[in-house]
């Protein structure tokens, strides 16, 4: 490793061809250089790349870093020049600061706590088993995303926020199409719409007739209408993508690391080791920024106040100064912790759901299927581009010994 500062030339990086589950080499080589690096921005103004494991973590913890969204005046893609960034809209409290983030957050934390998470296993081994069947029932081959990664975390968090079942198709549908980067602007804006636009409906429903479910108990609460429908969505967003590209991105990984594999379908104690292990190697929410609401120093560097700080979790999470042969993916690694969920009070509200799905669903796919495979070479697998918040692949053709 050198102490000379390292300049991104782009952004976003493309990964290198043939390597998937790695992170950008750019950026690799960037953590190489150290643990910060100089990214330039689209106005011609300078921001900063967190590459290594302790300086993301401790920027997620420092209360001087912002999450506002109206602290977005400077962006690696974006020219604003004099457009204003509007602060979120009300209840969107992933980019907030606190108080507005505590008054929101607060009243779920205990009702993603793990106990509740783990009363959910029955339901999510039930949803699993139903979709696992269809696929055995319709035969090989099966395209793995939309016959069992997506739908599983679909149809939980529609059941945690009370989505009637007749809406759940049509509702998913538009959450795909305005969290996909790659539609076109009008569709994108549509989907968007008419998602908000249901959301309000739902909230409405749940205010006049509660069920037994997260959102109506919320309309209990002094959050306003309008609030509700927003960390509705962020709920929706969260709970449906992360989850969703996890399962399918990490059943790749797998079958590209048959040793791995092996591993895990001989020993179901490894199941949680697994998981912890994914989620560190393939780190989908790979990237998150912060605004530095004062003059800062991080990694031996000033970094001013208003200045945007874009924090790398795919290279944290691959840091050899934090883990031994960070690039192997090792289902009884010892040296555990990573950053997948965030740190600090942004930390990952739905993890252990997520955790809870991951847990219940990826064996019960390997072990239903013991011949599981790509029906396609491995190079031919269609993945998300660097652009998309969540990583991961588009569609997994898969096929087994019928």
Known sequence: MTDSLH???????????????????????AREHGPISRLPFADGHQGWMVTGFDLVRSVLADARFSSRKELMRHHPLIDFGDIEVPPAPPGEFLLMDAPQHGRYRKPLVGRFTVRRMRLLTERVEQVTAEHLDAMEQAGPPAELVTAFAKPIPAIMICELLGVPYEDRGRFQ??????????????????????????????????????????????TDSDLSDEELRGMSLILLAAGLDTTANMLALGTFALLQNPEQLAALRADPTLTEPAVEELMRYLSVAKTFY??????????????????????????????????????????????????????GAHQCLGQQLARVEMRVALPALLNRFPTLRLAVPAEQVALRPETADIYGVKSLPVTWDA
């Open 7 to 29: 300049t991104l030339t782009t952004y976003p990086i493309a990964r290198q061809p043939g390597c998937p589950f790695d992170p950008p080499a750019e950026l690799i080589e």
């Open 290 to 343: 912060r605004t530095a609401l004062e003059d800062v120093e991080l990694g031996g560097h000033t970094i001013k106040a208003g200045t945007m700080v874009f924090l790398s979790y795919n290279t944290a999470n691959r840091d050899p100064e934090r883990f031994t042969d960070p690039h192997l993916l090792d289902i009884q690694r010892q040296d555990g912790g990573h950053l997948a969920f965030g740190h």
């Open 173 to 218: 549908d538009q959450i795909d199409t305005f969290l996909d980067r790659e539609s076109n602007e009008e569709d994108l804006i549509a989907a968007y719409t008419a998602t908000q636009t249901y959301l309000a409906e739902l909230v409405a429903a749940k205010r006049a007739n509660p069920t037994d479910d997260l959102l109506s108990d919320l």
